[in-house]
């Protein structure tokens, strides 16, 4: 492969699973670690944010009828597929096959999804581990006992409790259930990621279950650390996304609304102009810088999506968690940069989806192209699926961006699901993000 200076972008989106220590006592609900290969599909919607001087190396190869909808929609990049095991990160794919890493050698600097035990040894051997943080940092910073205790040092509302023993956690969330036991209380796991490390206790009952789930694993030798909170009546979620620099400086890319399916991601879209507003009657930026200098003091530099919510008693929580990485939201903000060139916007979803046997991205490629739904590029309205091989049978995941005006998003988002279902891929009876569209 010729020699370029454009970056080399991968990722794993299970970056959580790769930090968190494994003496640490996990939560009921708590999926078991293994290989999902849905998530490892996930690295190609990475694609988003390559220019055409880019390599993009994904787990699983591009279908070619994805590849050849991207080119018409005006995203080239160069690709590799690592053709990395089932449990295998694409990191572990380069540091296993020489043959790979060498196609890589020459080519600019890395540019991972997160900063993974494998990305930081590949970069030692590849000379390159000046561009990234060091590993000990990433794992820090990206715990929500951190996150807690920054907003905790900065005084913003809505800190967590870091706990570390089971007897500190029955004390934080017997005063969230109160004395009239009216509460809800949110205990969430430091490595926890998409919804399932975030456990509800509204009884005491709950909490008893809990406690000797946890006190098992205490007596077993395993580390507490949870951060339990009010289960806070939200209104909107939102999310910055801005880049530290190796000399501490900073600058925001963006803002993103998310709509949440519970706790899991499920839409990013263009804020509102009024949340806008308001943001900067708050001084969120000042807040973002603050929580900036924080992770700069610790070391770390590289992109970092800080999560935010208002709530309907007109209150706010200016940092509900830190993402010391790349994100679905930064994503989102490149598509909707490119999107506004044309004058329409980006709208990222994700569903789950049952699949039928012998139905791929081609198929749905097939009957979007049909019912005149594909994006082609340029200014006339149409969605993208942004991942093929995460359409897996029985069971797999549609992500797409429908590239709309905002009050369009709904309608565009209705009339996909329609034709994927036709094409033997059914999110049925969906509301993850129902109430996302503006």
Not at 143 to 163: C, E, F, T, Y
Request: aromatic share 6%; with cysteine; charged share 20%.
């Amino acid at each position: 492969m010729t020699p370029s200076t454009g970056a080399v972008r991968f990722g794993t989106f299970d970056a959580e699973q790769h930090w968190r220590p494994t003496d640490l006592a996990e939560l009921p609900r708590l999926a078991a670690r293994g290989a999902d290969p849905v998530v490892a599909g996930l690295d190609e919607m990475l694609f988003g944010l390559t220019s055409p001087d880019d390599l993009l190396i994904t787990h699983n190869p591009l279908d070619p009828a994805q590849r050849e909808a991207l080119g018409a929609a005006g995203f080239t990049f160069r690709h590799l597929a690592a053709h990395a095991g089932p449990a295998e990160s694409v990191e572990e794919a380069l540091l296993r096959d020489s043959a790979l890493r060498r196609s890589v050698a020459g080519q600019g600097g890395l540019s991972p999804f997160a900063v993974l035990p494998a990305t930081t040894k590949l970069a030692r051997e590849m000379q390159a581990s000046h561009g990234l943080p060091p590993q000990e940092t990433v794992v820090r910073v990206n715990g929500k006992a951190w996150s807690s205790a920054v907003a905790d040092r900065i005084g913003l509302p809505g800190a967590g409790q870091v706990v570390r023993s089971a007897k500190e956690l029955e004390s934080a969330v017997d005063a969230v259930l109160g004395e009239a036991g009216d509460g809800i209380a949110l205990v969430k796991d430091s490595y926890g990621v998409a919804g399932r490390g975030t456990l509800e206790i509204a009884t005491p009952r709950a909490l008893a279950r809990l406690l000797r789930h946890l006190r098992g694993q205490e007596e077993h030798g395993a580390r507490i650390e949870f951060v339990v909170q009010d289960r806070y009546d939200r209104d909107q979620d939102f999310s910055a996304h801005l880049v530290i620099n190796q000399d501490g400086s900073w600058h925001r890319l963006g803002l993103q609304r998310m709509a949440n399916n519970g706790y899991r991601h499920a839409a990013s879209l263009p804020v509102p102009h009024r949340l806008e507003v308001e943001l900067a009657r708050r001084e969120y930026g000042a807040l973002l810088g603050a929580v900036a200098q924080e992770l700069a003091a610790e070391g770390y530099f590289g992109p970092v999506g800080i999560d935010s919510m208002t709530l309907r008693d007109g209150s706010w929580m200016p940092v509900v968690e830190i993402n010391a990485r790349q994100s679905i939201g930064l994503l989102n903000l490149e598509l909707d940069r490119r999107a506004r060139t044309h004058g329409l916007r980006s709208h990222l979803w994700q569903d789950d989806v049952s699949v039928a046997p012998g139905t791929g991205i081609h198929t749905l490629l097939a009957a979007l192209a049909a019912d005149g739904l594909l994006y082609t590029g340029g200014g006339r309205a149409g969605v993208l699926p942004l991942v093929g091989s995460a359409i897996l049978a029985p069971r797999g995941r549609l992500v797409c961006a429908a590239f709309c005006p905002p009050e369009d998003f709904s309608s565009w988002r209705s009339y996909t699901r329609d034709c994927a279902r036709r094409a033997g891929i059914d999110a049925g009876r969906t509301s993850a993000a129902e109430s996302a569209a503006p």
